[in-house]
């Protein structure tokens, strides 16, 4: 049974640099977010705006050197329900929480994958070092696992290795060991990423459903604005290691107060987009100009003024800091009441 409304998870000016022979990479600089229990969570932004980084900051997994977290805080509550820093726990402590309290799905099924081990080691191994079961119980569990993700004959399957199965198979085998423990936390990294639209619903689809069996809460990062909308409860959108707009899900996508987020929903194919009119002309989709910007060689202001139409002088020359809008919605953008205000008219 989950306790909705309660905080799992949350991440307080975050700040995770990595040290390079061209200067400091600030990937994540002075994010905060948090989980409730038994919701899905969604980080979204173009590769390069720090979600991959601040999962695996979560997960203490950032190779140090050159990486380090040198600021803020992750507070997470355990099975125990005792809170704990996740910054400032020792490294033995941190490894009964991976795999056990928090769980990750990484984003290349291919590789993350032992080539030499049976699919069944693989996954008992988590359920032998934090359930305390034998060999033969951890083979028992990996087999229900592999039942219970949708793979057929598991009992034939346990016993195989990666490379005899699909890009699709392995992905659910990945599923499988992360929810091997019951975690309370899952973080999924792009799931579905090379996969193609079929697997992919069948995917999204087996994680909602083992959501509500189990009760964990979802981390979910990924790029992909229509999976957002139909996975997420709230969202996170990132650019340039920072929090740019965070909101419920319904809100981002009906309400969106952030430049940034408007090209990404902007940039979405929509149904009937395809359709061609005879006499005229074809509508192209809108596309975000120019490149996330070199982390080594961040603006002096907003990070996305380089690249965006809303832009004035004023956003040159500081970076803004987040505003409520309401509602739990905030934005990192000076000119957010203009934004609401063309909103209003519009739905008038």
């Given at each position: 049974m989950t306790h909705q409304g309660e905080v799992l998870l949350a991440v307080n000016g975050l700040k995770t640099y990595f040290n390079t022979d061209d200067g400091v990479v600030k990937s994540?600089?002075?994010?905060?977010?948090?989980?409730?229990?038994?919701?899905?969570?969604?980080?979204?932004?173009?590769?390069?705006?720090?979600?991959?980084?601040?999962?695996?900051?979560?997960?203490?997994l950032i190779p140090m050197p050159p990486g380090q977290i040198v600021d803020g805080e992750i507070l997470f509550t355990g099975k125990d329900g005792v809170q704990k820093n996740i910054v400032n726990l020792p490294e033995a402590e941190m490894r009964r929480i991976r795999g056990n309290d928090i769980s990750m799905i990484f984003q290349e099924p291919m590789t993350s994958l032992n080539p030499v081990y049976t699919i069944g080691d693989?996954?008992?191994?988590?359920?032998?070092?934090?359930?305390?079961?034998?060999?033969?119980e951890a083979l028992a569990v990996a087999t229900e696992m592999l039942r219970l993700v949708g793979i057929p004959a598991p009992e034939k399957r346990v016993n195989e290795y990666p490379h005899q199965m699909s890009g699709g198979m392995r992905q659910r085998v990945m599923i499988a060991m992360a929810l091997s423990c019951n975690p309370a936390l899952l973080i999924a990294d792009e799931p579905t990423t090379a996969l193609d639209v079929t697997i992919?619903?069948?995917?999204?689809?087996?994680?909602?459903?083992?959501?509500?069996?189990?009760g964990m809460s979802i981390l979910f990062i990924t790029h992909n604005l229509g999976v957002v909308a139909?996975?997420?409860?709230?969202?996170?959108?990132?650019?340039?290691?920072?929090?740019?707009?965070?909101?419920?899900?319904?809100?981002?996508?009906?309400?969106?107060?952030?430049?940034?987020?408007?090209g990404l929903l902007n940039s979405i194919p929509r149904a009937g987009d395809a359709a061609h009119v005879p006499g005229q002309p074809k509508?192209?989709?809108?596309?975000?100009?120019?490149?996330?910007?070199?982390p080594l060689n961040l603006?002096?202001?907003?990070?996305?003024?380089?690249?965006?139409?809303?832009?004035?002088e004023a956003c040159s020359e500081a970076v803004p800091?987040?505003?409520?809008?309401?509602?739990?919605?905030?934005?990192?953008?000076?000119?957010?009441?203009e934004f609401e205000q063309a909103q209003h008219e519009v739905n008038a």
């Amino acid at each position: 049974m989950t306790h909705q409304g309660e905080v799992l998870l949350a991440v307080n000016g975050l700040k995770t640099y990595f040290n390079t022979d061209d200067g400091v990479v600030k990937s994540v600089d002075g994010v905060t977010f948090h989980i409730k229990k038994g919701e899905t969570l969604a980080v979204v932004g173009e590769s390069g705006s720090g979600k991959s980084v601040t999962s695996l900051s979560i997960m203490r997994l950032i190779p140090m050197p050159p990486g380090q977290i040198v600021d803020g805080e992750i507070l997470f509550t355990g099975k125990d329900g005792v809170q704990k820093n996740i910054v400032n726990l020792p490294e033995a402590e941190m490894r009964r929480i991976r795999g056990n309290d928090i769980s990750m799905i990484f984003q290349e099924p291919m590789t993350s994958l032992n080539p030499v081990y049976t699919i069944g080691d693989q996954i008992g191994e988590a359920v032998m070092l934090h359930q305390g079961k034998n060999k033969r119980e951890a083979l028992a569990v990996a087999t229900e696992m592999l039942r219970l993700v949708g793979i057929p004959a598991p009992e034939k399957r346990v016993n195989e290795y990666p490379h005899q199965m699909s890009g699709g198979m392995r992905q659910r085998v990945m599923i499988a060991m992360a929810l091997s423990c019951n975690p309370a936390l899952l973080i999924a990294d792009e799931p579905t990423t090379a996969l193609d639209v079929t697997i992919q619903a069948q995917i999204l689809d087996l994680m909602r459903k083992l959501q509500q069996e189990i009760g964990m809460s979802i981390l979910f990062i990924t790029h992909n604005l229509g999976v957002v909308a139909e996975m997420a409860d709230r969202v996170v959108v990132m650019y340039g290691g920072r929090v740019v707009e965070e909101g419920d899900v319904v809100e981002i996508f009906k309400a969106p107060r952030h430049p940034y987020t408007m090209g990404l929903l902007n940039s979405i194919p929509r149904a009937g987009d395809a359709a061609h009119v005879p006499g005229q002309p074809k509508q192209r989709l809108e596309a975000i100009p120019g490149n996330v910007p070199n982390p080594l060689n961040l603006p002096p202001g907003c990070p996305f003024e380089p690249r965006c139409k809303f832009a004035v002088e004023a956003c040159s020359e500081a970076v803004p800091p987040l505003f409520d809008t309401g509602g739990g919605h905030v934005a990192r953008c000076i000119r957010w009441q203009e934004f609401e205000q063309a909103q209003h008219e519009v739905n008038a």
